[in-house]
């Protein structure tokens, strides 16, 4: 049993959770919080277990969630270091994401059924994306988010997942109409209004997120994503270029009509000029990344929580920090192998929805960490957004082992097709 | 539902995959550029508050001068001591938590505070070596020196740098105004918005015409480049018409009559320093400047301009001439002139300058020792014995024998740089082999006066000093 489980790959990341965790209890020793022990153990066996029984199970090693287990020991260790005050809850969140997982995985019929109904999953996208803009919470200068009593969920993370299941339906379904009988709109080739409505009906709710909530990364995200998986259901370089063409438009006309985005861009080009001011969490970041080097400082011997936000936005510039370069390589490494593996699952489907999806997560994975990384390294504007796995939060880490949860039901399913 | 998916979905993803990835390899290659290119400076920013923060239960090191004498320390009630004062103040910065750090404090405060310094290029092993004592930082500079270079200076605003002129070691770095560190803090409104600038540092920071000290620079390029010979006789009848209705004039009306180049730098004949930039030209100062590196900045533990060159294709013919006299567009630090005169006793070979000589932990280990390196400009060989020879008779029986001591070898160039904002800039840059140490200096006094009169008697101050 234990030879096709995958449980090997996750002895890595286990145990590297007990070394750093155990350097820094003995820091604190004897304070020591025995529900988090007993938590942490928790974490462990549900994280061993489910690998042995999915693996068990399906008969095969599950790829997807010995990286899940990487990332999110990674984001365990730099939240017990960063505000140990979160470790507890962070620890709840991944034992909640993993039930989660394993639930979705053992009701992957069900699942499956779900894509049956696209249209109330074009609309629950849209309730999604809609609910904080109306009944919204503003936090950290985002108004992306919903209180619930003293819980506050965040939208637009579960509508990313509802997001890719609706597109990757209805491209599926609309392929055909969406790529033949085409008509020439000025320079694009386009389908029909009423076939192309819902896409332009995503964009634009994207643009709404962008400018309303305040919420660029998700804006940029939901974009990014809706416009690799209609290139990749229809080739269709108009629509790209469309796409494009809207999204330069809609950023233009943003600049000029909101100083918040004047400002973001403002400080991408010229962090140096207010280092002390409105750059300053780029600019911390900055001297995070360039201060760690190659190696790094040291687990827990850097200075990364200088920088606001340290543990949700910025858990990227500390691992630079205190990991470095080596690090920082190692968890970009992890969400490549994500992409290439939903990728490889992808292209083994034999039902286009199914490739839509592993492909349409894969790249929510990959955009993401893209999305951030480059926000806090000064590569493009700074977004605010979390780094799957890793930065502090439930939404973020619920929304994750959803998508985990797709990419491993398919990648049974693309398994037993081609037997 | 949906049919199958086809080939070309298939290349389809595939391309839109490999786009994905090439968006990460290029954010990857962006980071690593930024690890090597400017992880440096970011490490080291001022605004880099990393090293001002304590570790819990360190104890800040010392920072030593060459000989053991502390020139900063942390006393039992956590209060930084700095013996010297105001007069090491240019050498050792401040450091405070609301204030930001400057100086050694600065530049070392990763060693200071105990925790391994991100140039050890070992990372987190380096954690193993770290110690609840910060480490001790030993400077090359010498605190008596140092001392008798700020009381020389006294209530003159100026600066003076000494450095070792076979390493480019600085052993003593003053200016004036200063501060003391010690109440920096305290006093900080104060002194952050003194009209007299008390925190710049004037060695390093202070951009001054280096009026006739730049000549002994502009005679060794004009004879390596062929402007000039040493039997050349020029004819000073005290104006050099240098077009434009523009002159060039002796100081006080002096008249040189007939000078060879040798005269010409033992008086600082202008007329004659005029003729010789003119036929160099715009090509000729600009290779001249870059052959010395004047056109790169220093960073690091002694971050300087340099100099400010000027904008070579919008010089007038008067304005070559007038920087053949260090004067027009041309602005030097103190630090850069040391280093010239330091190159003119050295065979032409111009040495990086640099200040921390060791890093020693609490146990006494030596973790990381300078090592001298050459500056990435030089002075031309040949030439630069001639014109050392030159400057040795400054000394002995031109404008510079302000400066001369009985017994020593000294050599110097005296200058005294109009400027916009008063009275005459007095330099004097030289060198001097005592007790066997060759070392080389610049003395400079804000609206001074006449170099050798003001500034040359400073050096010879300085070198009675060391003996």
Known sequence: ?419 | MSGKPSDSIRKNILQAAWLLIGLVVCLFCYILYIECAEGQELTHHPLNSRGLREVSGVARGKILDSDGRVLAETDESGIRRYPYGAAAAPVTGYVGIEIGSAGVEHYSAMALSGRASADSHIGPVAQLFSDAEGCNVKLTVDAELQQAAYDALGDRKGAVVVLNAETGAVLAMASTPSFDPESAAENWEDISNREDSVLLNRALHGLYPPGSTIKPLVAAFALKGGNVNQKEIFDCSGVLDVGGGYTIAESHGEVHGKVTLREAITESCNVAFGTIASRMGKSGLESMFSAVSFNRALSGELDSPIAQLPDYSALSKGEIAQIGIGQSTLLVTPLAMAMLAEGFANNGKIMKPYIVDEVISSRGIVTSRAVPAAWSGSIPKTEAQIIDGYMEEVVREGTGTAAYVNGVRVTGKTGTAENSSGNDHAWFIGTAQVQGKKIAFAVLIENGGGGGIEAAPIARNLILQMM
């Open chain 1, 1 to 419: 049993m234990l030879e096709r489980s995958g449980v090997q790959l996750l002895l890595g990341p286990v145990l590297a959770l007990a070394c750093g965790l155990g350097a820094l209890m003995l820091r604190h020793w004897p304070g020591i919080d025995s529900t988090v022990l007993a938590l942490l153990a928790a974490v462990v066996v549900f994280m061993l277990g489910t690998e042995i029984f999915l693996s068990h199970r399906f008969r095969r090693t599950v790829k997807f969630f010995p990286i899940a287990v990487f990332l999110s020991c990674i984001g365990l260790l730099m939240t017990a270091r960063l505000v140990p005050a979160l470790f507890k809850m962070q620890l709840c969140w991944v034992l909640v994401g993993i039930v989660v997982f394993t639930s979705v995985v053992m009701a992957r019929k069900k699942v499956l059924a779900l894509l049956d109904y696209q249209y109330s999953l074009g609309a629950l996208c849209l309730i999604l994306l809609i609910l904080p803009l109306l009944f919204g919470t503003e936090i950290g200068g985002s108004r992306n988010w919903i209180a619930l009593g003293s819980i506050t969920i965040q939208p637009s993370e579960f509508g990313k997942i509802v997001l890719i299941l609706f597109l990757a339906a209805y491209l599926a379904d609309h392929r055909q109409v969406l790529t033949e009988n085409l008509r020439r709109f000025f320079l694009f080739e386009t389908a029909p209004l009423r076939f192309i409505a819902p896409l332009l009906l995503i964009w634009g709710m994207a643009m709404l997120m962008f400018v309303i909530a305040r919420d660029l990364g998700s804006a940029l995200l939901f974009f990014g994503i809706a416009v690799f998986m209609t290139y990749m259901a229809t080739g269709s370089k108009s629509y790209v270029a469309a796409a494009m063409l809207f999204f330069t438009a809609a950023s233009a006309v943003s600049y000029m009509l909101f100083s918040h985005v004047r400002v973001r861009v403002a400080i991408w080009l010229h962090p140096w000029q207010d280092p002390s001011g409105m750059a300053y969490q780029v600019v911390q970041s900055l001297f995070a990344i360039g201060t760690g080097g190659i190696w790094g400082v040291g687990y827990a011997h850097g200075n990364p929580d200088i920088i606001p936000a340290v543990h949700t936005d910025f858990v990227f510039s500390a691992i630079a920090e205190e990991l470095g370069f080596l690090g920082m390589t190692a968890v970009l490494l992890g969400y490549l192998f994500l992409f290439y593996y939903a990728i490889q699952t992808a292209l083994l489907q034999t039902r286009l929805v199914y490739t839509l999806i592993a492909a349409g997560c894969g790249t929510a994975f990959i955009l993401q960490a893209f999305i951030i990384a480059a926000g806090v390294t000064k590569f493009l504007p700074l977004t605010g957004i979390t780094l799957p796995f890793i930065s502090y939060g439930g939404s973020s880490m619920i929304a994750s082992f959803l998508m985990l949860a797709l990419l491993t039901i398919l990648e049974k399913e693309g398994n037993e097709r081609v037997g």
